[in-house]
Protein backbone atom coordinates (compact mmCIF):
# COMPACT_ATOMS: atom_id res chain seq x y z
CA UNK A 1 0.00 0.00 0.00
CA UNK A 2 1.04 3.40 -0.59
CA UNK A 3 1.46 5.72 2.31
CA UNK A 4 1.93 9.16 3.00
CA UNK A 5 4.11 10.61 6.02
CA UNK A 6 4.06 14.38 6.56
CA UNK A 7 6.13 14.56 9.96
CA UNK A 8 8.80 17.26 10.26
CA UNK A 9 11.39 15.51 12.98
CA UNK A 10 14.20 13.98 11.69
CA UNK A 11 14.16 10.79 14.22
CA UNK A 12 10.24 9.92 14.34
CA UNK A 13 10.08 9.92 10.59
CA UNK A 14 12.72 7.90 9.70
CA UNK A 15 11.33 5.54 12.49
CA UNK A 16 7.98 5.56 11.17
CA UNK A 17 9.51 5.00 7.42
CA UNK A 18 11.65 2.55 8.30
CA UNK A 19 8.84 0.27 10.04
CA UNK A 20 6.11 1.00 7.27
CA UNK A 21 8.80 -0.15 4.47
CA UNK A 22 9.77 -3.56 6.08
CA UNK A 23 6.07 -3.89 6.43
CA UNK A 24 5.69 -3.80 3.09
CA UNK A 25 4.20 -0.44 2.34
CA UNK A 26 5.89 2.12 -0.06
CA UNK A 27 6.45 5.31 2.09
CA UNK A 28 6.67 8.97 0.85
CA UNK A 29 7.89 11.06 3.50
CA UNK A 30 7.32 14.93 3.00
CA UNK A 31 8.92 17.03 6.35
CA UNK A 32 6.34 20.38 6.14
CA UNK A 33 2.44 21.10 5.26
CA UNK A 34 3.14 23.05 2.12
CA UNK A 35 4.94 19.41 0.68
CA UNK A 36 2.32 17.56 2.43
CA UNK A 37 -0.20 19.45 0.34
CA UNK A 38 1.35 18.97 -3.01
CA UNK A 39 2.00 14.97 -2.84
CA UNK A 40 -1.91 14.55 -0.99
CA UNK A 41 -3.25 16.23 -4.57
CA UNK A 42 -0.95 14.78 -6.57
CA UNK A 43 -0.73 10.78 -5.81
CA UNK A 44 -3.40 8.78 -4.78
CA UNK A 45 -2.94 7.34 -0.89
CA UNK A 46 -4.55 4.72 0.91
CA UNK A 47 -3.39 6.44 4.37
CA UNK A 48 -2.24 9.35 4.95
CA UNK A 49 -0.56 10.01 8.57
CA UNK A 50 -0.22 13.48 9.76
CA UNK A 51 1.90 15.13 12.31
CA UNK A 52 -0.80 18.21 13.40
CA UNK A 53 2.52 20.10 14.70
CA UNK A 54 4.23 21.30 10.95
CA UNK A 55 6.59 24.04 9.69
CA UNK A 56 5.01 26.22 6.40
CA UNK A 57 1.55 25.00 7.09
CA UNK A 58 0.07 22.80 10.18
CA UNK A 59 -1.65 19.81 10.33
CA UNK A 60 -4.90 21.59 11.46
CA UNK A 61 -4.90 23.35 8.23
CA UNK A 62 -3.60 20.64 5.61
CA UNK A 63 -6.60 18.47 7.14
CA UNK A 64 -9.25 21.30 6.19
CA UNK A 65 -7.76 21.92 2.97
CA UNK A 66 -7.61 18.46 1.73
CA UNK A 67 -11.32 17.57 2.98
CA UNK A 68 -12.34 20.78 1.28
CA UNK A 69 -10.35 19.43 -2.06
CA UNK A 70 -12.41 16.30 -1.07
CA UNK A 71 -9.36 13.89 -0.59
CA UNK A 72 -11.23 11.35 1.36
CA UNK A 73 -7.89 9.30 2.04
CA UNK A 74 -7.95 7.92 5.74
CA UNK A 75 -5.94 10.41 7.34
CA UNK A 76 -3.48 9.41 10.88
CA UNK A 77 -2.95 12.17 13.34
CA UNK A 78 0.02 12.13 15.28
CA UNK A 79 -0.20 14.79 18.69
CA UNK A 80 1.98 15.66 21.77
CA UNK A 81 1.20 14.24 24.65
CA UNK A 82 -1.77 15.78 26.67
CA UNK A 83 -3.28 18.27 23.65
CA UNK A 84 -6.46 16.46 24.58
CA UNK A 85 -7.60 20.06 22.42
CA UNK A 86 -5.66 18.63 19.22
CA UNK A 87 -7.05 15.63 19.28
CA UNK A 88 -10.75 16.97 19.62
CA UNK A 89 -9.70 19.39 16.27
CA UNK A 90 -7.98 16.83 14.71
CA UNK A 91 -11.40 14.56 14.63
CA UNK A 92 -13.52 17.61 13.75
CA UNK A 93 -11.22 18.37 10.97
CA UNK A 94 -11.78 15.39 9.12
CA UNK A 95 -9.32 13.06 10.75
CA UNK A 96 -10.43 9.37 10.87
CA UNK A 97 -7.86 8.41 13.47
CA UNK A 98 -5.26 9.66 15.93
CA UNK A 99 -2.38 8.34 17.90
CA UNK A 100 -0.49 10.67 20.71
CA UNK A 101 3.16 10.82 20.86
CA UNK A 102 5.41 8.99 21.94
CA UNK A 103 3.80 5.81 20.59
CA UNK A 104 4.72 2.06 20.19
CA UNK A 105 5.44 1.18 16.08
CA UNK A 106 3.35 -1.68 16.29
CA UNK A 107 0.16 0.61 17.67
CA UNK A 108 0.95 2.67 14.54
CA UNK A 109 1.18 0.14 12.19
CA UNK A 110 -2.13 -1.76 13.65
CA UNK A 111 -3.91 2.09 13.35
CA UNK A 112 -2.71 1.93 9.89
CA UNK A 113 -3.88 -1.73 8.95
CA UNK A 114 -7.39 -0.86 10.38
CA UNK A 115 -7.55 2.26 8.36
CA UNK A 116 -6.58 0.35 5.28
CA UNK A 117 -9.47 -2.08 5.86
CA UNK A 118 -12.25 0.70 5.78
CA UNK A 119 -14.11 0.39 2.17
CA UNK A 120 -14.52 2.24 0.01
CA UNK A 121 -10.81 1.03 -1.56
CA UNK A 122 -10.00 3.45 -3.53
CA UNK A 123 -6.97 1.56 -4.97
CA UNK A 124 -8.17 0.00 -8.24
CA UNK A 125 -6.81 -3.04 -9.84
CA UNK A 126 -7.32 -2.28 -13.48
CA UNK A 127 -6.18 1.32 -14.57
CA UNK A 128 -7.21 2.68 -18.44
CA UNK A 129 -5.72 5.38 -19.75
CA UNK A 130 -6.29 5.68 -23.82
CA UNK A 131 -5.12 2.25 -25.47
CA UNK A 132 -3.67 1.34 -22.42
CA UNK A 133 -4.48 -0.98 -19.99
CA UNK A 134 -2.95 -2.01 -16.55
CA UNK A 135 -3.96 -4.91 -14.35
CA UNK A 136 -1.77 -4.32 -11.16
CA UNK A 137 -2.71 -7.51 -9.59
CA UNK A 138 -1.33 -9.68 -12.66
CA UNK A 139 1.03 -6.57 -13.27
CA UNK A 140 0.18 -6.64 -17.11
CA UNK A 141 0.29 -3.90 -19.34
CA UNK A 142 -1.44 -3.96 -22.53
CA UNK A 143 -1.51 -1.45 -25.36
CA UNK A 144 -3.97 -2.21 -28.45
CA UNK A 145 -4.97 -5.65 -26.83
CA UNK A 146 -1.02 -6.29 -27.04
CA UNK A 147 0.69 -7.61 -24.02
CA UNK A 148 3.86 -5.31 -23.05
CA UNK A 149 6.92 -6.07 -21.09
CA UNK A 150 8.01 -3.52 -18.72
CA UNK A 151 11.22 -3.69 -16.50
CA UNK A 152 10.16 -3.13 -12.73
CA UNK A 153 10.96 0.66 -12.89
CA UNK A 154 9.92 1.24 -16.32
CA UNK A 155 6.51 -0.50 -14.89
CA UNK A 156 6.40 1.62 -11.15
CA UNK A 157 6.85 4.51 -13.98
CA UNK A 158 3.59 3.76 -15.80
CA UNK A 159 1.46 2.92 -13.32
CA UNK A 160 2.42 6.10 -11.59
CA UNK A 161 1.85 8.36 -14.58
CA UNK A 162 -1.57 6.35 -14.91
CA UNK A 163 -2.79 6.74 -12.11
CA UNK A 164 -2.14 10.54 -12.31
CA UNK A 165 -3.26 10.47 -15.90
CA UNK A 166 -4.24 14.31 -16.72
CA UNK A 167 -2.22 15.99 -14.27
CA UNK A 168 1.47 17.21 -14.75
CA UNK A 169 4.23 15.17 -12.60
CA UNK A 170 7.67 17.35 -12.24
CA UNK A 171 10.75 15.05 -12.56
CA UNK A 172 11.28 15.79 -8.84
CA UNK A 173 8.14 14.32 -7.55
CA UNK A 174 8.53 10.94 -10.25
CA UNK A 175 12.31 10.74 -8.99
CA UNK A 176 11.15 10.80 -5.90
CA UNK A 177 8.18 8.34 -5.92
CA UNK A 178 10.26 6.19 -8.35
CA UNK A 179 13.39 5.82 -7.01
CA UNK A 180 13.05 7.24 -3.28
CA UNK A 181 16.08 8.62 -1.36
CA UNK A 182 18.04 7.10 -4.26
CA UNK A 183 17.06 10.07 -6.85
CA UNK A 184 19.71 12.26 -7.21
CA UNK A 185 18.40 15.32 -8.65
CA UNK A 186 20.43 16.57 -11.50
CA UNK A 187 20.70 13.07 -12.70
CA UNK A 188 18.33 12.53 -16.45
CA UNK A 189 17.40 9.35 -15.36
CA UNK A 190 13.57 10.35 -15.07
CA UNK A 191 13.58 11.66 -18.87
CA UNK A 192 15.96 8.14 -19.87
CA UNK A 193 13.14 6.18 -18.15
CA UNK A 194 10.52 8.38 -20.15
CA UNK A 195 12.39 7.47 -22.91
CA UNK A 196 12.26 4.02 -22.50
CA UNK A 197 8.73 3.92 -21.81
CA UNK A 198 8.18 5.84 -25.10
CA UNK A 199 9.83 3.48 -27.48
CA UNK A 200 7.62 0.84 -26.39
CA UNK A 201 4.41 2.56 -26.60
CA UNK A 202 4.83 5.65 -28.33
CA UNK A 203 6.94 4.59 -31.37
CA UNK A 204 4.13 4.58 -34.08
CA UNK A 205 1.39 6.73 -32.58
CA UNK A 206 0.43 9.72 -34.11
CA UNK A 207 -0.38 11.18 -30.83
CA UNK A 208 1.86 10.18 -28.34
CA UNK A 209 0.11 9.26 -25.06
CA UNK A 210 2.97 10.48 -22.83
CA UNK A 211 3.23 14.20 -22.85
CA UNK A 212 6.23 16.38 -22.09
CA UNK A 213 5.26 19.87 -20.23
CA UNK A 214 8.21 21.86 -21.38
CA UNK A 215 10.14 22.97 -18.19
CA UNK A 216 7.83 21.39 -15.62
CA UNK A 217 7.38 17.65 -16.69
CA UNK A 218 5.00 14.88 -17.86
CA UNK A 219 1.67 13.84 -18.40
CA UNK A 220 -0.38 11.36 -19.09
CA UNK A 221 -3.09 12.47 -21.90
CA UNK A 222 -6.03 10.89 -20.89
CA UNK A 223 -8.32 12.82 -23.21
CA UNK A 224 -10.12 11.05 -26.09
CA UNK A 225 -8.88 11.28 -29.11
CA UNK A 226 -10.43 13.71 -32.25
CA UNK A 227 -12.82 11.80 -34.28
CA1 LIG B 1 6.00 18.30 14.47
Redesign the pocket.
Known amino acids: MRLLLV???DGIGKFICQGLREAGHTVDWVQDGQQGWEYALGTVYDVIIL????PKKDGFELLHELRNSAVKTPILCLTARDAVEDRVRGLNAGADDYLVKPFDFSELLARVHALLRRPPLQVEDVLQVGDLEMDTLRRTVHHKGKLLDFSQREYMLLEYLMRNAGQVLTRTQIGERIWGFDFYHESNVVDVYIGYLRRKIDREAAEPIIQTVRGVGFRLNDEPKNA
Open positions: EDEDLML
